[in-house]
């Protein structure tokens, strides 16, 4: 059974400084991992999608990094902002055809 | 990008009362959606997969005769919460997929707040 666990659970940080949130799955038979950001009471914004056959991919000030065969991802934000701050989830699609989400990292971004 | 409406985003009912949440693909032909369920503080759990013109899948644990899913279009999902009670106060999203490609980005509803009163 495919589990997602993202670490940390929450992180504070003041503005400016690089960040990295960190995302582990425990099959690594997937089809690609997608990166989300989530604000209070609201749904979904897909941020970044990499695919099984991917290294990385870019958007901005982000870049995700995955690494299928020790099972990891990672979302990298740099120079945050306060707006940047949110839950962000992680989430495998695995090939049972699922898209299987980490608990997520709560972010805040002091100004 | 792909745009999935979800209404209503909030809903205050009564115990024993039943909700019906619709999600509709905007701008394309949604095959499949997902409807997913969050508690606070917490990540999306999946309730189950609905295929156009088919019965939903189920995930282990998700009452099918409480949790009604109907998928009768290619662009409409509805999500019924029959005989609501307290403990069914979540927040409810769903996502759609576009016609059979997994390396397809998943896009989502804003989701709809329950409160059971």
């Known amino acids: 059974k495919q589990e997602v666990t993202q670490i940390p659970a929450a992180l504070s940080v003041p503005e400016g400084e690089n960040l990295v949130l960190n995302c582990s799955f425990t099959d690594s038979a997937i089809y690609n991992l997608q990166w989300f950001r989530q604000d209070p009471g609201k749904g979904l914004t897909s941020l970044l999608l990499i695919q099984s056959s991917q290294r990385e991919q870019t958007s901005g000030r982000l870049n995700a990094s995955l690494d299928k065969s020790s099972g990891r991802s990672t979302l990298y934000i740099a120079a945050s902002q306060p707006g940047d701050s949110a839950t962000y989830l992680c989430a495998v699609y695995n090939q049972g055809g699922k898209l299987i989400f980490g608990q997520g990292t709560e972010l805040s971004v002091k100004p | 990008g792909a745009v999935v409406s979800q209404h209503p985003s909030r809903v205050i009912c009564k115990s024993g009362t039943s909700v019906k949440i619709e999600c509709r693909s905007l701008d394309f032909q949604a095959t499949t959606m997902f409807w997913y369920r969050q508690f606070p503080k917490q990540s999306l759990m999946l309730m189950a997969t609905?295929?156009?013109?088919?019965?939903?899948?189920?995930e282990q644990g998700v009452e099918k005769d409480k949790f009604l899913i109907n998928h009768a279009s290619l662009t409409l999902s509805t999500l019924t919460v029959t005989s609501a009670h307290p403990e069914d106060s979540s927040f409810y999203i769903c996502?759609?997929?576009?016609?059979?490609?997994?390396?397809?980005?998943?896009?989502f509803g804003s989701g709809t707040q329950l409160s059971v009163l």
């Open positions: 609905s295929n156009e013109g088919s019965k939903a899948t189920y």
């Open positions: 996502s759609a997929r576009g016609e059979g490609n997994y390396n397809e980005k998943l896009f």
